[in-house]
């Protein structure tokens, strides 16, 4: 069945095309999920089993009950270095302007300060691990981003001022009968969620998801969550027992005998604005039950999905990974290995030949130590005549071994072993950065796709948050700050891109510990960057930005400075600059706030107080140096009161509370 085949008035058509499409890309996708599953239970390191297709469950093949099963599992610890190698620089979402106006240059400021905000609340780095994991095992994974309304603050409404339609079902998911006064909602919020491909069905024909029209995901969901997402008259929905075990979380199950799963199938279909449907679709189904149907709830009118892949198949819509293209590296490897192992058991108990005239006691000899055998002379019992192991068959586990490495690109030096014969240093980088230049398409992808993540994060806040909503945020000085904001302020007048997320990473740069350290060296040695002040730009190369963090000692005089400056934007009154302070931190911080946006917000006013308090401590600063013992009469001035300058413990006759610059009295 076809997109073209809907009826948008007729509920059916709907139902028909999403039940259809279902059943057809299970049977068309039959090799593909079974290689998923495979690539899933190998990691693991269930390695003898296999995977029906026909009966849809793992099965262990027969086999003599003698005969040694070795798993030496190399797919596990590749598949994590992938995943290290992945996640070991964490990405940053950061906004570029639509224009070059003030205006939209803040616009998109606030919008950066609002998607870090959400990377914390969401817990994106360890969605990021989730979803590295589907994508490093099975080549593909999905991020889906939406807004549920059953998140955030709880909210009271008048309920006349509700439309009738939107009441109505409130009144359903709620269980009322009557029209309440007042209605206590959610305010709701956007979330993302990691989806694996075993529950996504789209249009495969197309090169990437953004060119697909629709796409359904389908899970199995308890009844439970039937009834608290669309309403009590759900409750008799029958949870059924579903036989499709590749939908997640079933596919996780590795056992024989797995039996059918009992809940709800639920598809999920959305289809993005076309020339068909200028609104889209948004159906869900329970079962073969319409739970909902309507129009694209997103104004941005696309598919509210991302499609992540390790490497890009040009041929086919899905991707491939490293532990795909391993396995049946690894499937030769195990039988080497177990025939090894077989060899040495059969050295250990050598196969007699006993003649039948020897008699019934020869015939069951045992190998045990000190063993008398019983035989009818001259027919006497021997061993066989066993070879030994060739000496290629060892050769051909390291043969193997080698293939596995040069398909993983894992060599020795990136696995911390020594090459043979090889003793340069610099040659040891070279292979290591060799083998990590691969991951440079990969990565490419990666930021690609969270870029476009955090593009549909924006736009659906920009479109769903209506009221006015107060956030409290970490700064651009690790300070926590207040943040109010609504949908409409993160969208300016002009006709530019408000949305354009990219996402700031070193990633595509050399990876290896010591090749961020050289390239930090080279950069500095060259003057590109200076050790002080580009200090925030050497460690995210080195990969240590939130480790410094925790021995960052001036965070909390970069703290203290923020309140001063906002105690002067609100009070519109000077700060006095106190005696013994990090003037140091001070400067460098009032200079940070000068040359950033907000600064051009502020009325000549604000400026002049906020650089008259830049030079207060300028000046102080300088007092500090050149007169340390008339500074520290002052500080003990300070501590004591006034008519105390001269308290025990000062030194010097200068008197304790002489203004910046004056000359002492004495000395």
């Known amino acids: 069945m076809h997109l073209y085949e809907i009826k948008k008035n007729k509920k059916e058509s709907i139902k028909d095309f999403v039940l259809t499409r279902f059943k057809e890309n299970r049977e068309e996708r039959v090799e593909l999920y079974r290689s998923w599953m495979l690539n899933l239970a190998w990691t693991r390191g269930y390695q003898n089993v296999d995977f029906d297709k026909t009966r849809r469950q793992y099965i262990r093949p027969t086999k003599e009950s003698w005969r040694p099963r070795l798993i030496a599992n190399i797919m596990l610890p590749i598949m994590r270095k992938t995943l290290a190698k992945l996640t070991y620089i964490h990405p940053v979402w950061d906004v570029i302007p639509a224009t070059p106006d003030e205006q939209d240059i803040a616009i998109s400021q606030t919008s950066t300060r609002l998607l870090r905000h959400y990377w914390d609340t969401m817990d994106i780095s360890l969605k990021l691990v989730r979803l590295l994991s589907w994508q490093s095992i099975c080549g593909n994974a999905f991020f889906k981003v ?396 080195l990969g240590a930005a939130d480790i410094m963090s925790v021995y960052d000692k001036n965070a909390s005089d970069r703290a203290r400075q923020w309140r001063e400056i906002q105690t002067i934007i609100s009070t519109q009154q000077p700060v006095p600059v106190a005696p013994a302070e990090n003037h140091d931190v001070h400067i460098l911080t009032v200079k940070k706030y000068i040359s950033s946006n907000r600064w051009d917000q502020h009325p000549p006013e604000i400026k002049q107080l906020v650089i008259q308090h830049w030079q207060d401590h300028v000046k102080q600063q300088s007092f500090e140096a050149v007169m340390p013992q008339l500074f520290a009469q002052q500080l003990i001035g300070a501590v004591n009161g006034p008519g105390n300058s001269n308290a025990s413990g000062s030194t010097g006759t200068g008197t304790g509370n002489a203004p910046a610059g004056s000359a002492p009295t004495g000395g």
């Open 146 to 541: 939406g807004w549920d309304s059953t998140l955030g603050k709880d909210i009271d409404y008048d309920a006349q001022l509700i439309e009738s339609g939107v009441m109505q079902q409130l009144m359903e998911v709620m269980g009322l009968r009557e029209i309440p006064k007042k209605v206590k909602v959610k305010e709701g919020d956007v979330f993302t969620e990691v989806v694996s491909p075993f529950n996504i069905t789209t249009d495969d024909n197309a090169a990437v998801l953004q060119d697909a029209d629709y796409i359904i995901e389908s899970s199995i969901r308890s009844k439970d969550w039937i009834v608290e997402k669309f309403g009590r008259k759900w409750d008799k929905l029958v949870e059924k027992e579903e036989s499709e075990i590749t939908l997640f979380p079933s596919v996780y199950n590795h056992g024989e005998k797995r039996g059918p799963r009992k809940g709800v199938l639920v598809h999920e279909l959305y289809v993005k604005n076309t020339g068909l449907f200028n609104k889209g679709i948004h159906a869900i189904f329970g079962n073969t039950e319409q739970l909902y149907c309507g129009d694209l709830p997103f104004q941005h009118g696309q598919l509210p999905y991302v499609h992540f892949t390790e490497i890009y198949d040009p041929g086919n819509f899905w991707g491939t990974c490293v532990t795909e293209q391993i396995r049946p590296s690894q499937a030769e490897y195990n039988r080497i290995k177990s025939g090894i192992v077989e060899q040495i058991n059969l050295m250990s108990k050598i196969p007699w030949l006993v003649p039948s005239q020897a008699g019934g006691n020869a015939a069951n000899i045992s190998n045990r130590p000190g063993e008398i055998i019983t035989y009818n002379f001259p027919y006497k019992p021997e061993q066989g005549d066993l070879k030994p192991i060739p000496a290629y068959v060892e050769r051909m586990l390291d043969r193997v071994l080698a293939d596995i490495q040069n398909t993983a690109s894992s060599h020795d030096s990136s696995e911390g072993k020594g090459e043979p014969g090889l003793r340069s240093g610099k040659a040891v980088l070279a292979l290591q950065e060799a083998d990590d230049s691969i991951f440079g398409p990969v990565l490419l992808w990666f930021d690609d796709r969270l870029s476009y993540t955090g593009r549909l994060i924006l736009q659906t806040i920009c479109q769903f948050s209506t009221e006015e909503r107060v956030l409290q945020i970490t700064g651009e000085f690790n300070e926590l700050e207040t943040l109010t904001f609504t949908g409409t302020m993160l969208k300016g007048n002009n006709n530019g891109d408000y949305f354009k997320v990219r996402v700031k990473t070193y990633g595509r740069q050399i990876m290896s510990r010591s090749g961020r350290n050289q390239l930090a060296q080279t950069l500095v040695e060259s003057g590109l960057l200076h050790p002080i002040n580009d200090r925030e730009q050497l460690l995210g190369i």
